[in-house]
């Protein structure tokens, strides 16, 4: 019913910057919160960036200051801008849509992407 797709990742230099897009589609009556989270290989999946439909924004301390959260509620789409990348922000980064849809529109579930990778290498 509801189908979230992220693109943008790829392989960028320590340093670099990327722009990450989630574009949510589908039945969809109302989204909530729109965030990225990222997981490595063995690590458990961790919060990156949220966006509550006020707009407003929350950050984990390893990004802050580097990564930047936006989105387009016409558009149904959150975006990542991160800047002076690590290495260690190498994973796969997630889209994690909160929405309701037209069938159950008093009922917000949440829906993932699949991914995409990052890569900081020099």
């Known amino acids: 019913q509801v189908q979230v797709v992220e693109s943008g990742g790829g392989l960028v230099q320590p340093g670099g910057s990327l722009r990450l897009s989630c574009a949510a589609s589908?039945?969809?009556?109302?989204?909530?919160?729109m965030e990225w989270y990222r997981q490595g290989p063995g690590k458990q999946r961790e919060l990156v960036a949220a966006?509550?439909?006020?707009?407003?924004?929350n950050y984990a301390d390893s990004v802050k200051g580097r990564f930047t959260i936006s989105r387009d509620n016409a558009k149904k789409m959150v975006y990542l801008q991160m800047d002076s990348l690590k290495p260690e922000d190498t994973d796969v980064y997630y889209c994690?849509?909160?929405?309701?849809?037209?069938?159950?529109?008093?009922?917000?579930?949440?829906?993932w992407g699949q991914g995409t990778q990052v890569t900081v290498s020099a």
């Open positions: 966006m509550p439909r006020d707009g407003s924004a």
């Open positions: 994690l849509v909160v929405a309701a849809t037209a069938q159950s529109t008093g009922l917000y579930t949440k829906y």
């Open positions: 589908g039945s969809i009556f109302s989204i909530n919160d």
